[in-house]
């Protein structure tokens, strides 16, 4: 082929079988850069090296309400701050904000905010929870063997080694351990504990089935560089063990990290390239929720991790007001793919305590879904997942046995995890119609609706 002539394979002028796009269908490529954080009064004289220095996000991140309105002084309205003044009181997770975040929030209209939705809560966007709702929805202390270990599918477990983050998501399913206590959750302890990783370890050695452990929070971004390597070294001495990750909320709220903190970036790449001589993966998986959590600072991290062979795969909640529409869940897809980080999950919001306003219907998921896929690479394309209250685990989203989107009502099996049992997922009340929620207001008739739509998964199933 490569000798012949030019002129052989031309046939002529191009003829495009497809419109030129639209501009706008590239901006997945157009990330924020230049001094942002300058917005913010209280950043207003932050160098770019102040802003990336790691130290610096960690000290000058944000846990009580009225350090948050010093670092807003004049930005935002006397009533929004009276609004997240008493949702710091009724929310179930503590505060924890990042001067990153805290930058990329929209503080002219911080009602619509999508970052400011999903780390501040404003009491007056809450709504009741919905009846079925019990903390720990997934039961992950019901399979925990050891505290802090979840070993809930067969040849895998979720090892939670402390019970910090860099940041505190209003969303979060494990507010039942994650953060300081709350004046609404009182939590379970998870502390930074060698005896109890000891026991952890323990128990993954003497289970030969175990070949993939996830080591969660917490996160791992609050781990010391030398505890990072000694969990991770721990693990990678277990003959059973081949698959690692290591999961942290950090690179979506505090991406600098990966730039300046060299020890902590160095101790992951160590163990990364052991796991590799080993033949072992070793990867890193984060949490992005909204394509403005992607920025120029993002890519230089990210371009790090990609220089040093370092694959990184998104988990992503899917949340009312924040990422559930097609135009945003696909450009967020778009533009995790333009900084090398595979999309992998997209979770139905679980049913948290006091987050019932972020949560939509299964319905809402499926369409969406449906939008995303195809926009991109097949590999790039998150799966929709449904994670079953009760312990089933996560299930892909379209595999339901029997969904009514009237009641909200979805029934899921799970004959890997589960074998014989029925796990129900129940779309948020303010999706459906008055009817419909005031027959959930009355326990008897509650109860009726659930036992109707299992009996419909029975009858589908035999
Ligand atoms: C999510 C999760 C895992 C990992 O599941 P994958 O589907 O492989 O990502 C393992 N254990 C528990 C308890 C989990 O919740
Ligand atoms: S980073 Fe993860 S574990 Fe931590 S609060 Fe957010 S969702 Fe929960």
New binding site residues.
């Given amino acids: 082929m490569q000798n012949l002539p030019l002129n052989v394979l031309d046939n002529g002028p191009i003829v495009p079988k497809k419109p030129p796009v639209d501009p706008a269908s590239l901006v997945h490529r157009d990330l924020l850069s230049g001094p942002f954080w300058q917005r913010i009064p209280a950043y207003a004289s932050v160098d770019e090296a102040t802003f990336l220095d790691h130290n610096w996000q960690a000290k000058n991140t944000i846990t009580k309400a009225s350090k948050l309105l010093d670092a807003l002084q004049g930005l935002v309205s006397p009533e929004f701050y009276r609004d997240v003044e008493e949702g710091f009181t009724k929310a179930p997770m503590s505060v924890r904000v990042s001067p990153y975040l805290l930058s990329l929030i929209d503080w002219s209209a911080p009602y619509e905010d999508p970052l400011r939705i999903q780390f501040i809560p404003a009491a007056s966007r809450l709504i009741p929870n919905h009846p079925k709702l019990t903390l720990d929805s ?1 039961h ?1 202390q019901e ?1 925990a063997p050891v505290p802090g270990l ?4 067969a040849d ?3 090892f939670l080694p402390l019970d910090t983050c860099p940041v505190y998501c209003r969303f979060c399913t494990r507010s039942y351990a994650v953060g300081v206590d709350t004046e609404e959750v009182e939590k379970v302890s998870l502390k930074a504990n060698e005896a109890r990783w000891k026991q952890a370890f323990a128990y993954i050695a003497s289970r030969p089935e175990l070949e ?1 452990i ?1 080591i969660s929070g917490g996160d791992a971004y609050q781990l010391r560089a030398q505890q990072l390597e000694e969990i991770g070294n721990a693990l990678l001495d277990m003959p059973n063990v081949r698959r690692m ?1 290591f999961a942290s909320k950090g690179p979506a709220v505090m991406p600098m990290k990966l730039i300046t903190d060299d020890a902590w970036f160095d101790a992951l790449s160590r163990i990364v390239e052991r796991g590799r001589k080993l033949h072992k993966e070793v990867v890193l ?1 984060t949490h992005f929720n909204h394509p403005n959590e992607i920025t120029e600072i993002t890519k230089r991290a990210m371009d790090k991790l990609m220089e040093r062979g370092i694959t990184v795969r998104n ?1 992503t909640v899917l949340q009312r007001g924040v990422n559930d529409s097609p135009e945003t869940m696909t450009l967020l897809v778009k533009r995790l793919g333009h900084v090398n980080v595979h999309p ?2 997209v979770y139905l919001h679980d049913l948290v305590h006091g987050v019932e306003d972020l949560r939509t219907s299964l319905d809402t998921a499926l369409f969406i879904e449906k939008h995303v896929r195809g926009s991109t690479a097949g590999f790039n394309t998150p799966m929709f ?1 449904v ?1 079953a209250p009760g312990g089933g ?2 299930r892909d989203a379209h595999s339901y046995e029997y969904y009514n989107r009237e009641t909200g009502i979805s029934v899921y099996t799970a004959p890997s995890v589960k074998q014989g049992q029925y796990f129900l997922y129940f779309d948020p009340l303010h999706q459906l119609s008055t009817v419909i929620q005031r027959r959930w207001q009355d326990p008897v008739d509650a109860e009726r609706m659930v036992t109707a739509a299992l009996e419909n998964a029975r009858a589908y199933l035999r």
């Fill in positions: 997934l992950e399979d979840t070993h809930r599918y895998k477990a979720l993939d996830v990750r998986h988990q992998y999950y997942v994670d685990g996560k």
